[in-house]
Each structure stands twice: as C-alpha cells, then as structure tokens.
C-alpha cells in the first residue's frame, strides 16, 4: 500500500486556485522531490498536507496510511505521522523548546497508544538528537526559535523531525537560507532519518539540496499541476536549463 | 459638619470625630472634598471606561467583624511574615517580628507613633480621587508598617486585605494602609485582596520609600466574583529608591486600580508591571500615572491582559515628565489579548513630557492569538486547545517573570496558571 496517495488534487487560497489537479503516490521509504518555478504550488501543496486552515480543498483525495487525510485537523495528521518542515519555522515567545518537544512527543506517543516519556528518557534523547545536529543545551532552553538565526530555526526543524520520527517527512524550502555548511548539517540530519518505512518529500526550488538528499524521483510542478516526473537526473537538467519550458508549456 | 454627611453616596455613617485632632481634619476635609466632587460621572474623563452605575445604586453597610479568606495554596506555602485585617481592622498581628519591622495596628489613633501620623494622609492625593477621600473619612481600623532605617527583612511581608459581604445589603470596608520604607531599607510586601460574598472593597494604600531604599510590591487582586474593588496605590519615592510594583488582577465583579507613583527624588527606579484576567462579565480597569519630578529617574510599565466570554479590561497609563526631570528614561507597554469575539479593551496611554532630555517610548497592542503560532504547535501534534492554553501561558509568564523575587514570581505564576486552566483551555474562538 502506498503511503501518500494524491488524486486529482484541486486547491484554492483565498478563492483563487492554485493547485489545478494533483497526482503523487509515493510508496513507503521512498524520497520524492518536488521541483518548481516561485509560484508553482509547491508550498501550497505543504501546507495542504498539513492540514492549515485556509487551504481549501476544491476536489480530489489524499490518503495517508490508508486513512483519509482530508478528514483530519492539522494535530490528527501531525500525530497519525505527517511532519512538516516549515520554509519559515515560527518563533513561539516564553514556550521553552523541551516543553514544546515534550508536549509534541507526547502527544504523538499517546496517539499511537504508548505511555508519556519520563523527564530522563526525553532528556537523554534530546541530547543525543540535538548532538548529531549541533544544537547546544543552551539553545534546547531557548524559547522556540527565538533569536535563532536562519540556520538554527532550519536545524531546529530537523531535530523536531528527528525526536518525533514521522512516517512521512515534507521539507519546504528547507535548504533556503541555508549556507554550504549548514546545508550539510541539515542534509545530513535528513539522511540520517531515512529509513526503510519513512518517506520524505523534498520541495526545493533549487538543485543543490538535491546533491545531498538525493530523491528516488524528481516531480517538476509549475501553474498547479505536475508537468514532468523523471529519477534524479531531471533535477540536474532543471538546474541547466531553467523551468522556462514548463512556465511557457502551461 | 452642618451638612448631613450620611446623605452623601456609599456613606454608611456619621463623621468618626473621637480621634486625635490631626485624624478628624484628615477625615473633615476628606468628607468636605467627597462632598463637594461626588462620585464619577459619565463625563468624568478618568472615568469614561469604567461606568458606576451598578456601584451607586448601592445601599451599603458598614462592613464588620470577620471576614474568612483562604490564601491560594501557592501564597499558603510562602515562607512570610503574615498581617490579616479583616474588614479593614487587623485581625491577626504576627507573633515575632523581624528586627526593624514594625506593625502598627490603626485602631487607636491617639497612640500612634510619630512616623504615622507624620506620613498618614500625606501620599495619598483626595483632592480629584473621591473613593480616596472617601475612605479618608471613613476608614475603621488599617495598618501601618515601618521597615526602620537599613533594615533587610528576609522573609517577605503578607498583608491579607479580606472583606465580607453580608447577607441582605451589600457590605463596603475601606482598608486603610500606610507603608513606610525608610532610607536604605528593602523588603518585599505582598498584599493579597479576597473576600467572600457581595461587597465593595475600598483600600488605600499609601507607600513611602526613603532615599536609597527599595520596596517590592507584589498585589494579588482576587475578590470575590460579586465584588468591587476600586483601590488607590500611591508611591512616593526619594533619590535613588526603588519601587518594583506588579499587579495581578483576576478577582472581583468591576475592579479599578489606580496606581499613582511620585517621583519626588532623583535616580528613581520605579516599575509597575501588572497582568489581568478576565472571564464571564468581569471589568478590569488599571489605571497609571507616574509623576517624574526630578532628573534621571526611570519608570517601566508593562501590563498585559487576558479577556475571554465578555470581559472588558481598561488600560489608562499617564506618565508626566516635568520640566526638571531631564533624562528620564520611560518605557510604557500595554498589550490586551482577546480570547473571544464579545471581550473588549480600551487603552488609553498618554504621555506629557516638559522636559527636552528625555526617553519615553510607549505603546499598545490588541490581538487574537496568533494563527501562525497556533498552526506551528498543531502541526506538531499538539490539540488546538492545548495549543491555545501554551501560547496564552506564554504570554502572562513574560509579564510574572518580572517579578524579581524568586518565590514570589512562582506563586503568582501558579495563580496565574490555575485561572488559565478554569478559563482558557474552554473557552470559544
């Protein structure tokens, strides 16, 4: 069965539509990215598969894990095993990150039936999450985000990802921002968490990212809809040539 | 008196004239104002938030005898040094008194030590405030407490304001206390205001800190739901004092707090922070004017609000920089948070400034929660409701966690935390 399955998919933001008829299967443990012009849907798809309000569904059907996405809140989704991360992560004032961890882990443990972490299990696996993505204890004692730079909000996500182990990974734009080394920390944060049943859909404007997480399949999407799916190499020729034959074939 | 004062409004009885003669022309020319300015109207500008109506339809009576009043347990574990008056007149002296701490009951005037009746009265403007003048004259009982001269009390000092409603009027008391912290003294008071029952609550408190001291004054508003409470606050601060004032209001039926701060020395540090917290039909009003009078002082003022069902908060922050207070440095921020579409605020900050060295930044916001925040903590599998309750949470903390005193900070933050959980985690969009 395949874990995500998206048919026909239409989508509309403020009465305007922007996603104009969607089809992606991806099957479990593999790595899709999606690839498209500024404009293209790419990040309206993100935030239809995380359920935020004002996306608004227009036709067509997801199915996650078999169950019907559409008809789950953002946290249902959240906790059923869809995690994104987000282009821009939001600063959360006076919530203290382990709290939020905490919260977040807890509540995905509880939907999957399991009992609350105590405090030295969730300490220790924080640490040696964090660890890997060098974030420090001072700034697991921050509150969320708060006076992070870009890189460590994006690092940040990838630990969020890490400590709450989804079953379908979204990264949005999450190479934005991003210098040659913090690309590699991130890039490698993500590898680290492939696995056999986790599947990850990368959206990314540009290739580079691409050189480290490298995809399975490569989707191009441009005006709403899928135009192209090809293997990782299509990513190489978009990097060449530009989405000028997509945007003027639409 | 040739007018008969008890046909005056909220009067439950005669002029007290059997004390001393500096305390009955306190009270003669308390009356005489109170008589003259009655209570506010409509029209009256520092009132035009806050409507009386319902207060002056009252036919209230003197307010006696016991009045039973439970701390939250947060201020129940507090290692402290505990004054009760009930109905304004102390109930409960503490047993043992810090060296330098002196508790002085107001029962009997006639015996009162010199510093009272040197500074009774003398803080506390009547001359626009009618519910001051009114509890000038007619205050019963009160307290007065001197930290003496560079005396550093450890534990802080509880003072427990509770009033009773009686059964068929509604009751009315008018606490009365006098607060005196002498040059390079520092101590930390916590007043905390309950009760039970319908009533109105009326205390004065008047509050001098000498040069060099510090006060911390932490006030736990929590009257009873059919209560009033309108209370005076007034701070008078010599060089390099130090004033650090917070306000947690979640009680009473309509609650106004005036917090009324003179800067009469130089290189003052005066803080009012404050939190309120409204349910159901509640009327929260904090109003503020910090008086700079002589240079390099500083004031900071950070009040925040919570409103859910159909609760209205008022926020009212004067700040006067006269001529000679070059290089005052003033910060002013109110910010209201909406829970529901029927809560309402009204801010009203205003700054006059007649000095031309100075910083004054001020300013005020009004929201919802915000929709990228509450998005963010869903996506993380965390229940809409739940969501809502850590933002908010998060929002009261930032201003409690300008409580300097470590075990102070965590009791009003368990108070706060408990309102949070009975009115937040339920309540509509």
């Known amino acids: 069965m395949a874990l995500l399955e998206i048919k026909d998919l239409h989508a509309e933001v403020d009465g305007k539509p922007i996603l104009k008829g969607i089809d992606l299967t991806i ?48 946290d249902e989704r959240a906790v059923a095993g869809i995690f994104l991360a987000f282009q821009y992560p939001v600063e959360l004032p006076g919530v203290g990150g382990m709290t939020f961890l905490k919260e977040a882990l807890n509540a995905r443990r509880k939907a999957a039936g399991e009992d609350e972490i105590d405090a030295m299990g969730f300490l220790k696996l924080v640490r040696a999450k964090a660890k890997t993505l060098e974030i420090t204890d001072e700034m697991l004692k ?87 799916t090809g293997g990782k190499e299509l990513a190489l020729e978009l990097e060449q040539k530009g989405y000028a034959d997509f945007v003027e074939a639409a | 008196m040739s007018t008969d004062v008890t046909t005056l409004p909220l009067i439950t009885g005669p002029l007290d004239d059997s004390g001393p003669h500096w305390l009955v022309a306190l009270r003669r020319s308390a ?156 101590a930390d008071l916590v007043t905390v205001h309950q009760g039970s029952g319908a009533y109105m609550a009326n205390p004065v408190t008047e509050i001098v800190v000498g040069t060099g001291a510090r006060l911390s004054h932490s006030v736990l508003q929590a009257e009873a739901v059919e209560a009033f409470h309108v209370a005076m606050t007034s701070v008078r601060l010599a060089d390099q004092a130090t004033y650090d004032g917070f306000v947690l209001a979640t009680g009473a039926r309509l609650a106004r707090h005036e917090v009324r701060a003179e800067l009469a020395g130089q290189r003052v540090d005066y803080r009012i922070n404050g939190v309120y917290l409204g349910a159901d039909s509640q009327h929260h009003d904090l109003t503020t004017f910090i008086d700079h009078a002589q240079p390099h002082g500083s004031s900071h003022e950070m009040v925040k609000g919570v409103l859910t069902g159909r609760s209205r908060g008022v926020f009212q922050g004067k700040i006067l920089v006269r001529p000679d207070a070059q290089k005052t440095d003033g910060f002013q921020m109110n910010r209201a948070l909406l829970l529901s579409r029927d809560a309402e605020v009204d801010s009203k900050p205003e700054l006059e400034i007649y000095a031309d060295d100075v910083k004054c930044s001020h300013g005020a916001t009004v929201g919802e929660l915000d929709d990228d925040q509450l998005f963010y903590l869903m996506a993380r599998g965390i229940p809409k409701a739940r969501a809502r309750a850590l933002l908010v949470e998060a929002y009261v903390l930032e201003a409690i966690a300008l409580i300097a005193r470590a075990p102070v900070r965590e009791a009003f933050t368990a108070v706060a935390a408990d309102w949070l959980s009975r009115h937040v985690a339920g309540a509509e969009e």
């Open chain 2, 31 to 186: 009356i005489a104002r109170y008589g003259q300015i009655g209570l506010p109207g409509a029209r009256t500008e520092a009132w035009k938030f806050t409507g009386l109506n319902a207060l002056k339809a009252l036919q209230p009576v003197a307010a006696e005898g016991p009045a039973p009043a439970a701390l939250p347990s947060s201020l129940a574990d507090l290692d402290r040094t505990e004054v009760r008056l009930a109905n304004g007149r102390v109930e409960a002296l503490p047993s043992g008194l810090p060296n330098g701490v002196e508790i002085v009951p107001l029962d009997d005037p006639a015996t009162v030590p010199g510093w009272v009746r040197e500074n009774l009265g003398s803080v506390s403007s009547i001359d626009a405030y009618p519910f001051a003048a009114l509890n000038a004259a007619q205050f019963t009982g009160g307290v007065a407490i001197r930290i003496a001269r560079g005396v550093m009390p450890d534990a802080p000092i509880l003072l427990s304001i509770a009033t009773s409603g009686d059964d068929g009027a509604t009751a009315i008391a008018h606490p009365r206390v006098l607060v005196v912290v002498e040059d390079g003294a520092s």
């Open chain 1, 142 to 228: 921050r509150a969320v985000n708060v006076g992070f730079s870009g890189g460590e909000k994006k690092r940040n996500e990838i630990l969020q990802m890490a400590v709450l182990e989804p079953m379908l990974c979204v990264l949005d734009e999450t190479d934005s921002g991003l210098d040659i080394d913090a690309l590699k920390i991130v890039s490698d944060g993500v590898n680290a968490l492939r696995a056999e049943g986790r599947s990850m859909l990368v959206i990314t404007h540009y290739q580079r990212l691409l050189n480290h997480i490298v995809p399975d399949k490569v989707h191009v999407l441009a005006q709403g809809k899928i135009r192209r």
């Open chain 1, 27 to 74: 099957e479990p443990g593999e790595v899709h990215a999606i690839m498209g012009p500024n404009g293209s849907g790419k990040s309206t798809l993100s935030y239809v598969l995380a359920g935020r309000d004002g996306y608004e569904v227009t036709g067509g059907s997801i199915k996650f894990d078999g169950k019907d996405l559409l008809e789950m809140e953002a």
